[in-house]
């Protein structure tokens, strides 16, 4: 059974950085592109940041561009989300995904096989 178990959320104050994990069990995870998403109060998911499984190769919204930065460690089944100055747009659920041998299309949300059950982060003025 697959768990995609997201951590590191909380109430924090503008300007400040958080770290999320996102730790995966259940699939050969170093197979996988992670992706993080975000979904604010009625708005949209919306894709944030992704880390393919072939090359590592990173890519941002441009909202978070410059201030967030994914990674992974294979040897952990983990995946993580640096998140630098914060501010209050940046309140949402914070949710990873795992797209099996995902290469192209990687901002899309339904090109993701699993989803984890998300993490609130609050930043507030």
């Not at 990173?58 to 630098?84: C, E, P, Q, W």
């Amino acid at each position: 059974q697959v768990q995609l178990v997201e951590s590191g959320g909380g109430l924090v104050q503008a300007g400040a950085s958080v770290r999320l994990s996102c730790a995966a069990s259940g699939l050969a995870f170093s197979q996988y592109t992670m992706g993080w998403f975000r979904q604010a109060p009625g708005k949209e998911r919306e894709f944030v940041a992704r880390i393919r499984w072939v090359d590592r190769n990173t890519r941002y919204a441009d909202s978070v561009k410059g201030r967030f930065t994914i990674s992974r460690d294979n040897a952990k089944n983990t995946l993580y989300l640096h998140m630098n100055s914060l501010q209050p747009e940046d309140t949402a659920v914070y949710y990873c995904a795992a797209g099996y041998n995902l290469r192209v299309s990687t901002s899309q949300p339904n090109k993701y096989n699993y989803w984890g059950q998300g993490t609130q982060v609050t930043v507030s003025s």
